[in-house]
């Protein structure tokens, strides 16, 4: 005698295993669908700007009447500010071998790179060490007001080019 609990049951399948030529079609087209639907969406997505939220290039040192004569250090914008007798202009303190920063050492008038020890004057020539080109310059114009205004944004290290335009300005 069978217990009510011995009784086998019958159970459905969760899939029908069963694979008909309607049902591979319409996977196949399901597949195909989804395939234009991700590649419309990149597309979609490719065509929206992708937008970096940096501090701007440019920015105000201050009047420029104000600037001592020498070397004015700005560490926040990696600026160093030299005014001479001939006017102002802006170094970007990145050494041209790897990027570290240098440091002024007013009593020799020199900048030097403590990674490699690379040796730069005022005028961002190399003067000894492993840099393969002198320091970058950057653009420097005279507001109305007086201001001057750095550009990062622009830089030139070629000398005789970095001595006119927008590279030295005078005062």
């Given amino acids: 005698m069978t217990e009510p609990h011995d009784e086998p049951k019958e159970t459905t ?15 196949a087209w399901a597949a195909f669908g989804a395939f234009v639907a991700g590649s419309l969406g990149a597309s979609a997505r490719f ?17 420029a009447a104000d600037l001592p004569l020498g070397v004015t250090i700005n560490k926040k914008e990696r ?15 990145r050494c041209t071998h790897l990027g570290c920063t240098p440091n002024w050492f007013p009593a020799e008038s020199r900048f030097r790179c403590p990674c490699h020890g690379s040796n730069f ?3 961002g020539d190399v003067v000894a060490g492993p840099a393969p080109k002198p320091l970058w310059r950057c653009a420097v114009d005279v507001t109305p007001d007086g ?17 006119k335009g927008s590279f030295h300005v005078t005062v």
């Fill in 147 to 163: 201001d001057l205004v750095i550009d990062k944004s622009q830089m030139e290290n070629r000398p005789g080019f970095r001595d």
């Fill in 13 to 27: 399948p969760l899939l029908n295993p069963e694979l008909t030529r309607r049902g591979l079609l319409a996977g």
């Fill in 47 to 63: 065509m929206l700007p992708n937008v970096l939220y940096e501090p701007s290039q440019r920015f105000k040192m201050g009047k």
């Fill in 121 to 123: 004057n005022v005028d």
């Fill in 79 to 93: 600026v160093w500010v030299v005014r001479d007798e001939k006017g102002v202009y802006a170094l970007w303190s």
